[in-house]
């Protein structure tokens, strides 16, 4: 390994490509994250290849990716090779399979997806350009609409400047209105847009023309961002499916990185000179594992602990490769700086959640929860000395009149736990406290004989 990352380094002067990376990653049997995370921690710099950002999907090696993480490969119909012999012997089976794989959703995304053409360098320029061209047009029909009600002054004359005749015109100002809820005050690069906006809109409101001017930016700024995205899907499925196995569908994958990418299109910037698919990247997968630390598990866990718990699983990783075994908590400690308590504590949060009603055995007849004991549970001895305990005073209480033995029961409380006074009994037999004492004295004398005594004895320490 020392060699081989020697001379991809030489090579790079301090930079990998994508592909030597998962070349590497390969040769030295890790994780492509995790290795792409300790040569960052070195200062080198992995560049997406344009070839790998220009994915060229293959839909069925995709797919079979996808399944093999999931290890859920019956679910799109595909089979061994007794399967596929028996299909091709019978053309009714072979059709109702492929109408099986052209139904399911993930095929027909990449398939759809594959049919948008790539962008090049000059292309992604153009349309970044557009982009923030209609941003600023956003911005300053949202200062223009806050500072003098253009809003209400557009519904009003709706008819002569006739929006409806437009969809992407009728919604502006709901478009409008979200993306300004969205921007962040403390954004140094939104607060400057917006004052440039409010300095436009300065010495009176728009006029229609330019209104009508700024709006046509707007729509553009809008298809715009929506080819540069769609010219990138592939990218995110190129992402999404290194992120398969975390309890999410491949389908959610996709959808949460298309949002990063959304994201990405907006804040891109050409001057810097990157290909838009190396600056979409990061996004990309920030949005993906985002996604999966919110929404995989069953128990939430916060993002920063995520980040901690993926944190010490490379140094898991790193520490397996370097000393051939399985790092103590101890060692742990040591690689991530900080204290052996702390390390125990995030394994625990680490540990996935199991439901009580998981089947246990190869059979299948007993749960989880049947081998769970329940501390608040009275112990299976103490149970059966409390029920002998109450069928040895039952007995007792037999030698008693029912007023005698009621009486009893009521004053030490033996159905309920909870000891009456005199005069709670009295009430209850209509008598005095004095005639209740007198009952009880009785009775005790009652249990005090050799009958009484040999049943009691027992229980009397």
């Given at each position: 390994?020392?060699?081989?990352?020697?001379?991809?380094?030489?090579?790079?002067?301090?930079?990998?490509?994508?592909?030597?990376?998962?070349?590497?990653?390969?040769?030295?049997?890790?994780?492509?994250?995790?290795?792409?995370?300790?040569?960052?921690?070195?200062g080198?710099?992995?560049?997406e290849?344009?070839?790998?950002?220009?994915?060229?999907?293959?839909?069925?090696?995709?797919?079979?990716?996808?399944?093999?993480?999931?290890?859920?490969?019956?679910?799109?119909?595909?089979?061994?090779?007794?399967?596929?012999?028996?299909?091709?012997e019978?053309?009714?089976?072979?059709?109702?399979?492929?109408?099986e794989?052209?139904?399911?959703?993930?095929?027909?995304?990449?398939?759809?997806?594959?049919?948008?053409?790539?962008?090049?360098?000059e292309?992604?320029?153009?349309?970044?350009?557009?982009?923030?061209?209609?941003?600023?047009?956003?911005?300053?029909?949202?200062?223009?609409?806050?500072?003098?009600?253009?809003?209400?002054?557009i519904?009003?004359?709706?008819?002569?400047?006739?929006?409806?005749?437009?969809?992407?015109?009728?919604?502006?100002?709901?478009d409008?209105?979200?993306?300004?809820?969205?921007?962040?005050?403390?954004?140094?690069?939104?607060?400057?847009?917006?004052?440039e906006?409010?300095?436009?809109?300065?010495?009176?409101?728009?006029t229609?023309?330019?209104?009508?001017?700024?709006?046509?930016?707007?729509?553009?700024?809008?298809?715009?961002?929506?080819?540069?995205?769609?010219a990138?899907?592939r990218?995110?499925?190129?992402?999404?499916?290194?992120?398969?196995?975390?309890n999410?569908?491949?389908?959610?994958?996709?959808?949460?990185?298309?949002?990063?990418?959304?994201?990405?299109?907006?804040k891109?910037?050409?001057?810097?000179?990157?290909?838009?698919?190396?600056?979409?990247?990061?996004?990309i997968?920030?949005?993906?594992?985002?996604?999966?630390?919110?929404?995989?598990?069953?128990?939430?866990?916060p993002?920063?602990?995520?980040?901690?718990?993926?944190?010490?699983?490379?140094?898991?990783?790193?520490?397996?490769?370097?000393?051939?075994?399985?790092?103590?908590?101890?060692e742990?400690a040591?690689?991530?700086?900080?204290?052996?308590?702390?390390?125990?504590?995030?394994q625990?949060m680490?540990?996935?959640?199991?439901?009580?009603?998981?089947?246990?055995?190869?059979?299948?007849?007993?749960?989880?929860?049947?081998?769970?004991?329940?501390?608040?549970a009275?112990?299976?001895?103490?149970?059966?000395?409390?029920?002998?305990?109450?069928?040895?005073?039952?007995?007792a209480?037999?030698?008693?009149?029912?007023?005698?033995?009621?009486?009893?029961?009521?004053?030490?409380?033996?159905?309920d736990?909870?000891?009456?006074?005199?005069?709670?009994?009295?009430?209850?037999?209509?008598?005095?406290r004095?005639?209740v004492?007198?009952?009880?004295?009785?009775?005790?004398?009652?249990?005090h004989s050799?009958?009484?005594?040999?049943?009691?004895?027992?229980?009397?320490?």
């Amino acid at each position: 390994m020392g060699m081989t990352l020697k001379e991809l380094l030489t090579k790079g002067e301090g930079t990998l490509s994508a592909q030597e990376a998962k070349t590497l990653a390969a040769q030295c049997r890790m994780d492509v994250e995790t290795l792409y995370t300790l040569l960052e921690e070195r200062g080198i710099k992995i560049i997406e290849d344009e070839a790998d950002a220009d994915v060229n999907l293959d839909v069925d090696s995709i797919i079979a990716e996808v399944e093999n993480a999931e290890n859920n490969s019956d679910e799109l119909g595909l089979g061994g090779d007794d399967e596929e012999e028996a299909a091709e012997e019978n053309p009714a089976d072979l059709k109702a399979a492929m109408d099986e794989l052209l139904d399911d959703p993930v095929k027909n995304y990449l398939k759809q997806i594959g049919q948008i053409p790539l962008l090049s360098a000059e292309q992604e320029v153009d349309l970044s350009k557009r982009i923030h061209a209609g941003a600023e047009a956003a911005h300053i029909l949202q200062a223009d609409r806050q500072k003098y009600g253009a809003t209400e002054y557009i519904k009003k004359n709706s008819a002569r400047f006739s929006f409806e005749e437009d969809e992407n015109s009728r919604s502006y100002t709901e478009d409008i209105d979200e993306e300004g809820n969205e921007k962040s005050s403390e954004d140094a690069e939104e607060k400057a847009a917006e004052e440039e906006a409010m300095e436009a809109v300065e010495n009176g409101p728009l006029t229609e023309e330019r209104r009508q001017e700024l709006l046509k930016t707007r729509r553009d700024g809008l298809n715009a961002r929506r080819s540069l995205s769609e010219a990138n899907l592939r990218l995110v499925v190129s992402i999404a499916k290194k992120h398969v196995g975390h309890n999410l569908a491949f389908l959610d994958l996709i959808q949460e990185g298309n949002i990063g990418l959304i994201k990405a299109a907006e804040k891109f910037d050409c001057d810097r000179g990157f290909r838009f698919s190396t600056y979409a990247t990061w996004w990309i997968r920030q949005a993906i594992t985002r996604a999966i630390a919110d929404q995989a598990r069953t128990i939430r866990i916060p993002v920063h602990m995520v980040e901690t718990i993926n944190r010490m699983r490379q140094a898991t990783n790193q520490l397996v490769y370097q000393n051939g075994h399985e790092p103590t908590p101890e060692e742990l400690a040591k690689a991530m700086d900080m204290s052996v308590e702390r390390v125990r504590e995030i394994q625990r949060m680490a540990q996935e959640p199991a439901s009580l009603e998981s089947p246990v055995g190869e059979e299948e007849d007993s749960s989880l929860g049947d081998f769970v004991a329940d501390e608040n549970a009275e112990a299976p001895g103490k149970a059966a000395d409390r029920a002998m305990v109450a069928q040895q005073i039952n007995q007792a209480l037999k030698s008693l009149t029912p007023r005698e033995e009621k009486v009893i029961r009521l004053r030490f409380g033996l159905d309920d736990g909870r000891p009456r006074t005199l005069e709670e009994v009295g009430r209850d037999f209509g008598v005095t406290r004095e005639r209740v004492r007198q009952i009880e004295a009785k009775a005790i004398r009652k249990l005090h004989s050799r009958k009484c005594l040999a049943l009691l004895n027992g229980l009397i320490e």
